[in-house]
């Protein structure tokens, strides 16, 4: 700022008037943070060009605490974003920003949050290209609220959809379950413990392209379980395609200090939502291959197949136990961990 313009060392409601204020904090923060042909136009939208089908995908990220281990929410809401369109078998290329912002937040965090979404975007290969600013009065919100808009072009060798899938079809996770679920209640004030566990959030989209580019059609669909987990996300699919999945209890990777964090605050990992994770599910003749693919990316070093689709107990899912009994993994019902993304 010129010795003109007032130094705020926190968010006033001034910032989001439309005014001045915002002015100035849009030119000193936002847009020289993210400058890019698209946005420096200062449109009150963008204009980009996408050939061919186009992924969209909207999400809200209310996150508490805004600052954890392994991240916050502003890199959250990138990777989050980022993964969704990924997981639609497209290249995301473009992404919108916008900021509910609660009067009294340090101007050091927002600066803080700004800075790890470009980080964020600039690692995850997209542009921000349009957003918007609002402030909302003292005990009115909680900190920040961040809405995110993701744009990304089909792969063109991609056909992802549930209806392709078919018996015997392999399931496949590339990493540790629960990681960030157990992040932020290792944080979250009441339930504070000792704990090294850290966020797994993180962007996928460029194993998923490199997927894509090997085996094109035969990867069959792609899922990141977030709220809800593995457990909630594979119900769903397996109700859809009115056929039976069958999970292998040995198989599924689990830190030991997440499994301990859970089993003192009582939750299944199963169900504990994941920032950077997503199931793949293929033709079974690609199994190795694929597992071998993705084991070359640090992202993937731990993937391993959980199950398999099958024509048993179709519409539910199934937990092949460690002495060989069988319990159904019901869907997840309400809640279980509110603001964890």
């Not at 042909?37 to 508490?64: C, M, R, W």
């Not at 899912?317 to 460690?322: F, I, K, P, Y």
């Amino acid at each position: 700022m010129d010795s003109t313009k007032k130094e705020y060392t926190s968010i006033h409601l001034g910032h989001g008037s439309g005014g001045l204020m915002t002015r100035e904090l849009l030119d000193s923060l936002i847009f020289k943070t993210f400058s890019n042909p698209y946005l420096d136009q200062k449109h009150d939208g963008a204009i980009f060009n996408i050939e061919g089908p186009i992924a969209v995908s909207t999400d809200s990220f209310v996150v508490s605490p805004i600052f954890f281990k392994g991240g916050n929410i502003g890199e959250l809401a990138v990777h989050g974003t980022v993964n969704d369109v990924a997981m639609c078998g497209a290249i995301p290329k473009f992404i919108t920003l916008s900021f509910i912002v609660e009067e009294g937040l340090s101007m050091a965090d927002f600066t803080t949050i700004i800075n790890s979404i470009k980080t964020a975007a600039d690692g995850s290969g997209v542009q921000v290209v349009t957003g918007d600013t609002k402030v909302v009065e003292r005990g009115k919100g909680d900190k920040i609220f961040i809405n995110t808009t993701g744009f990304g072009a089909v792969h063109p060798r991609a056909d992802i959809a549930a209806s392709n899938i078919r018996t015997g079809d392999k399931i496949i996770i590339n990493g540790y379950l629960a990681q960030h679920g157990m992040a932020i209640m290792s944080q979250r004030e009441g339930l504070e413990f000792e704990s090294t566990i850290e966020s797994d959030t993180t962007n996928l989209n460029y194993m998923v392209k490199d997927l894509l580019d090997a085996f094109g059609s035969q990867i069959h669909l792609l899922r990141d379980p977030t709220r809800g987990g593995l457990a909630s996300i594979l119900s769903e699919i397996a109700e859809e395609i009115e056929k039976g999945v069958q999970l292998i209890e040995n198989s599924l990777p689990i830190e030991k200090q997440v499994a301990a964090a859970c089993e003192i605050l009582g939750l299944d990992p199963l169900y504990v939502a994941n920032e950077g994770v997503f199931v793949v599910i293929v033709d079974k003749a690609i199994e190795a291959e694929v597992l071998a693919l993705m084991r070359k990316d640090p992202k993937g070093q731990h993937a391993i197949s959980v199950g398999e689709v099958t024509a048993e107990h179709p519409g539910k899912v199934v937990m092949q136990s460690l002495i060989g009994g069988k319990r159904i993994v019901s869907p997840l019902i309400g809640e279980q961990l509110p603001r964890i993304c």
